[in-house]
């Protein structure tokens, strides 16, 4: 993959996932559970299409993000593909760091 393509997926993913994040607080763990296991699979089957799927339908960019975000509410957050996400202040927050 070309750095600019994969400068501008991690772009997209550092402003996708705290939308994400905003938009799970209210839910319950069983529903972010539930949603990220359901990103899972799609991104599992069809990450070949990372930015758009054919019929201009959205790729799996928008659940790679919502699976992230997701994953920020566990204890210390998550920390893939170079970005750290978590919804909540915890001891040595690698967003501090920026």
């Known amino acids: 993959m ?9 772009y997209a993913l550092e402003g996708l996932i705290p939308l994400h994040i ?3 607080r209210n839910l319950t763990f069983d529903a972010r559970r539930n ?3 359901r990103d899972g699979r799609l991104v599992a ?15 799996v960019l928008p659940a790679l ?3 992230m975000a997701a994953l920020a509410y566990q204890p210390g957050g998550v920390t893939a593909l170079g970005i750290h996400a978590c919804a909540d202040p915890h001891p040595y927050c690698q967003r501090d760091r920026r």
């Open 45 to 59: 089957s069809d990450a070949d299409k990372l930015l758009h799927a054919p019929g201009r339908r959205p790729g």
């Open 2 to 10: 070309d750095n600019h393509i994969r400068d501008n997926i991690r």
């Open 35 to 37: 949603r990220a296991a």
């Open 22 to 24: 905003a938009e799970m």
């Open 65 to 67: 993000a919502r699976g």
